[in-house]
């Protein structure tokens, strides 16, 4: 069997249960073309290795047969070859596999040695560093329930340890915790059969920052943060809690920061702070914060006071007529002297030189109809709509320009007043207290004249009556009277005897 692929032992199991690839696909949710891929062992079609090695694991599973051996088969087909140095013929295979493996064992020999010294030195010097301060600060250990004045005894003057001088032990260091983090994330991804450069490629984390993080060397990361982040996709990655590696990882570095402290802090008692006297009576009630809630709440009494005093004074005041829709107007009946009073409110009277009132809304139309003037001509726009509206009074122009919707116009005039609009529905007219009603139609020019006793509607006059046409006639045309040329005639000749 192992003499077989791995796509040729998953196609021999599949057909051996007599399943086709659609009915796979349908139990594993695993497309066709990939299946196909599989079997023929045509990796490269498959999206990646990762995945690859997904799919044979499910496939197998539901095939009834072991993954891993066939994973290991796929990863060994998959490792590259390594360039080997030429062999010496006088050298045998096995001579130089144990050369070779006594090279790797001084190499890591060497690593191991030149690690540990290193790590001794830093040792040693971080050592060096404590006692020089223990030295400069002793301390011990304050006991409970011994007084806190005999906590800093006198420096001896032996150089070597003082006698009270301990150092909590540490269970487990920084170091360490971070190499159990690193070696439960290897172990998981080697389960996995993953590599590193798998890994890289799906969380994209550079395959050296997954190298450090599994052995343990977290101060290789660039930042505290990043590696918080690095940590937390890498774990989620392989299936393990990403919380817990962050509760682990936040307590690694807790742990760091105490073995970065000196030992003497341990002993250095709390600065013991003098207990405030407590404010009672009147100074409890003078505190600058019950002071400035009590002024917040005073202005806003005050507020609502004068809001109210605000509301009463509006209300007392007498109220306004109300206004009477100028439709109302409109459509009301045509006597002027009736006892209902119209109001229009935003109208002013302006008199103009001639004894004339310009075109500007009144307060009361009854008012403005029932006004006595000296003028034996009155007359009383009012408008509907937006229309051009001349008026000419006395020979003068009294207005000229278009009228405002809702707004009454007076004129006085003494001879003549002329009133000339574009549009006849746009204006009402009152002339001498009798209303006239619309001029006229929509879109048709009015023009009217307004004398002393009566008015004239010249538009009216003006239309001309066309003339009735005259049938056209057939004018013969002359023709030329024929003339008659007389024939001279000739002698005959005369016979003779």
């Not at 090695?53 to 070859?81: H, K, M, S």
């Not at 702070?273 to 806003?300: C, Y």
């Not at 004068?306 to 206004?323: H, K």
């Not at 009556?465 to 049938?471: E, F, H």
Request: net charge negative; aromatic share 8%.
């Amino acid at each position: 069997m192992m003499d077989q692929t791995v796509g040729t032992i998953l196609r021999l199991k599949r057909e051996e249960k007599g399943l086709t690839l659609e009915q796979v696909f349908q139990a594993i949710k695993i497309r066709s073309n990939y299946l196909q891929a599989i079997e023929n062992d045509d990796f490269d079609q498959l999206p990646s290795r990762a995945q690859a090695r997904g799919f044979i694991r499910l496939y197998a599973n539901f095939l009834d047969l072991n993954p891993y051996p066939l994973l290991d088969q796929l990863t060994a087909a998959e490792a590259p070859v390594e360039p080997v140095a030429p062999v010496q013929p006088t050298e045998s295979k096995p001579v130089l596999e144990e050369k070779a493996k006594e090279v790797v064992d001084d190499l890591l020999q060497k690593g191991k040695d030149s690690l540990k010294e290193g790590f001794n030195t830093g040792a040693q010097k971080l050592q060096g560093s404590f006692s020089k301060l223990s030295e400069k600060i002793p301390y011990r250990i304050v006991k409970k329930g011994e007084p806190l004045a005999s906590a800093r005894p006198a420096p001896s003057a032996s150089a070597g340890p003082k006698t009270g001088q301990t150092v909590p032990p540490v269970s487990t260091s920084y170091h360490a915790m971070c190499e159990a983090m690193g070696t439960e994330l290897r172990e998981k991804r080697e389960s996995l059969g993953l590599s590193l450069a798998d890994a890289e490629r799906q969380i994209k984390i550079r395959e050296v920052y997954l190298y450090s993080i599994e052995e343990g060397n977290l101060d290789e990361l660039p930042s505290t943060v990043q590696g918080r982040g690095m940590l937390s996709n890498y774990a989620s990655f392989l299936g393990l809690d990403s919380e817990a590696f962050l509760s682990r990882f936040a307590e690694a570095l807790q742990q760091k920061r105490l073995e970065t402290l000196p030992p003497e802090k341990a002993g250095i008692p709390l600065p013991v702070t003098p207990q405030t006297e407590k404010l009672t009576g009147i100074r409890r009630l003078a505190s600058p914060d019950l002071i400035f809630t009590g002024g917040l709440f005073l202005v806003f009494f005050v507020f609502i006071i004068w809001g109210s005093v605000q509301l009463l004074s509006i209300n007392s005041q007498p109220a306004n007529p109300t206004a009477i829709p100028i439709s109302d107007l409109l459509l009301a009946s045509g006597t002027p002297a009736s006892s209902d009073m119209v109001t229009i409110e935003g109208a002013t009277a302006i008199a103009t030189e001639a004894g004339l009132s310009a075109f500007t809304p009144v307060d009361n139309l009854q008012e403005t109809l029932l006004a006595t003037s000296t003028s034996q001509i009155q007359v009383i726009v009012v408008a509907h709509h937006r229309a051009f509206m001349q008026v000419t009074v006395d020979g003068k122009s009294a207005f000229l320009n278009r009228v405002t919707p809702g707004s009454i116009y007076s004129f006085y005039g003494n001879s003549v007043i002329d009133l000339l609009t574009g549009d006849g529905s746009a204006i009402e007219v009152y002339y001498n207290q009798t209303s006239l009603g619309i001029l006229g139609n929509a879109s048709q020019v009015e023009e009217y004249r307004f004398g002393p006793s009566s008015y004239t509607n010249l538009s009216a006059l003006n239309t001309a009556t066309p003339a009735p046409s005259q049938l056209p006639t057939l004018t013969q045309q002359p023709t030329n009277t024929p003339t008659v040329t007389p024939e001279t005639p000739m002698p005959s000749p005369t016979p003779t005897f």
